[in-house]
């Protein structure tokens, strides 16, 4: 894939890129190993005052980045001021709190006498120059979580983001630069996914972390694990949406379209499979339904447009094929369902609900990454959790009853990452953010977080 800005609205190419060469990546992995063996010396207020000075900046270049962000990758304009926002506001977390969050451990006297010390504690120390594998559905956002708690801890990062992002990549550097990092504090690769393996097995990257496919998550996971070196992985998800008797039927569907079809859906931990007990199935199916046929899908750069484009001809055409083998195999499509007319050559795809989905269909069991949500018909609780769980993903969940015993139920049995009752998943600087089975492993924000890069450090001192 060419490294270049290409419009999904249009189709249009506007920008091409270069790929470094090696020499040149080699110069930005010494100044990223130089770099970190002063950075990792200087202390949390030092490191705080450079990250309020990028948060301002970014702050400052909102509507620019977001406009960018929106020509890259199609993302509505709306929602691309909401993701650089909430870029700053992760950045000011992290500014704010990494002292207490990599705070020195002490156990008590009493715990560590028996040990033959005086005295004994935990330091959370950095790991080194870690490399940042990122993908283009949250250009700005998904690179944000990682590096804010990674240089607030003192280490280095390395950025290899999606090749049809680059120069949102490319403000990223510059955004930390310009608050004042040192110079390799915070570089971008502009590469290919063949050159990955070559900068991870580089002795001087001592980590790394991967959100992206399940396909990229096991090249890196594989090549890390030969060389021995941490990763954390955010892969692929299938979030449940549950809905069962005791919900506010009417407010779930209302939430259930914003669960879908935000980033044009194409996120990670976006609802994709609508699971509703059949007492509530009709209500909810037909108020769901309606409400994604009215959706506005047109020119992202319009303030009203509710569903841009999705942000790759291939990504679009394969989720066109998820639905046609669907709807071959007995699928039936309440809205949607085809490619639209009168949208020029941008890559759009309409909101489609496809209800009467079988274990047949590959929607059933792969990943729809576009506006298309299948819709279950559960026949009681138990039901509902098996579908729930009939997955091989286990990013996150949205259940939706107000009785504390179904509540407890699905916290015990849920297998994914996170569990959210009565709303839609989200990601929030204070709380941990990953999944378990295919979806990854590791956590991203929130104390969790911050560690995934430290070398957790064990001190001791000899009694006498």
């Not at 050559?345 to 929607?363: C, D, F, H, K, N």
């Not at 590791?442 to 450090?457: P, Y």
Request: charged content about 20%; some cysteine.
């Amino acid at each position: 894939m060419a490294i270049a800005t290409v419009n999904p609205a249009t189709g249009q190419t506007l920008r091409t890129f270069e790929p470094y060469s090696a020499e040149a990546v080699e110069q930005r992995l010494a100044r990223a190993t130089q770099t970190f063996a002063q950075y990792r010396l200087t202390d949390f207020g030092q490191r705080a005052q450079l990250m309020h000075r990028a948060a301002e900046l970014l702050d400052a270049d909102r509507e620019t980045i977001a406009r960018l962000m929106t020509t890259e990758m199609g993302k509505p304009l709306v929602a691309a001021r909401a993701e650089a926002a909430k870029c700053a506001k992760a950045m000011r977390w992290y500014a704010d709190r990494a002292p207490g969050l990599l705070a020195d451990e002490h156990p008590s006297i009493a715990d560590v006498a028996d040990a033959g010390a005086s005295r004994a504690w935990v330091r959370y120390r950095p790991l080194g120059v870690v490399l940042a594998v990122m993908p283009w559905n949250f250009p700005l956002w998904q690179v944000i979580r990682f590096a804010a708690p990674a240089l607030m801890a003192g280490n280095v990062g390395l950025l290899k983001h999606a090749s049809n992002v680059p120069q949102t990549a490319l403000y990223l550097e510059d955004l930390f630069r310009g608050a004042g990092f040192p110079d390799g504090c915070f570089q971008t690769l502009l590469i290919g996914s063949g050159a990955v393996e070559g900068v991870l097995r580089d002795p001087r990257v001592a980590a790394a972390t991967l959100t992206g496919s399940e396909g990229a998550g096991r090249s890196v996971a594989s090549v890390a694990g030969d060389e021995v070196k941490k990763t954390v992985l955010e892969l692929g998800g299938s979030d449940p949406f549950v809905v069962l008797p005791s919900a506010d039927v009417q407010a779930a569907a209302r939430t259930a379209v914003t669960a879908r079809v935000q980033n044009n859906g194409q996120s990670c931990i976006a609802a994709k499979r609508f699971i509703v007990h059949t007492d509530v199935y009709d209500e909810f199916t037909t108020a769901f339904t309606a409400a994604m046929g009215a959706l506005r899908m047109g020119d992202p750069m319009d303030e009203g447009t509710e569903v841009g484009p999705l942000a790759t001809r291939q990504g679009r055409d394969e989720l066109a094929e998820l639905v046609a083998d669907a709807l071959a195999l007995g699928a039936k499509a309440e809205t949607g369902g085809a490619y639209p007319q009168g949208l020029g050559e941008g890559w759009y795809y309409p909101p489609t609900v496809l209800t009467e989905v079988s274990a047949r269909m590959r929607i059933h069991h792969e990943e729809a990454f576009g506006p298309v949500a299948t819709v279950y018909r559960a026949t009681d609780l138990d039901h509902a959790v098996e579908l729930a769980n009939d997955t091989p993903f286990g990013l996150s969940s949205s259940v939706w009853t107000h009785d504390e015993a179904e509540q407890e139920r699905f916290v015990r049995d849920i297998q994914a990452g996170g569990v959210f009752f009565n709303g839609m998943t989200a990601s929030h600087p204070a709380l941990p953010f990953g999944g378990v089975r295919r979806s990854g492993y590791g956590r991203e924000l929130s104390a969790h977080g911050i560690r995934e890069f430290c070398n957790t450090t064990t001190v001791w001192v000899a009694a006498g």
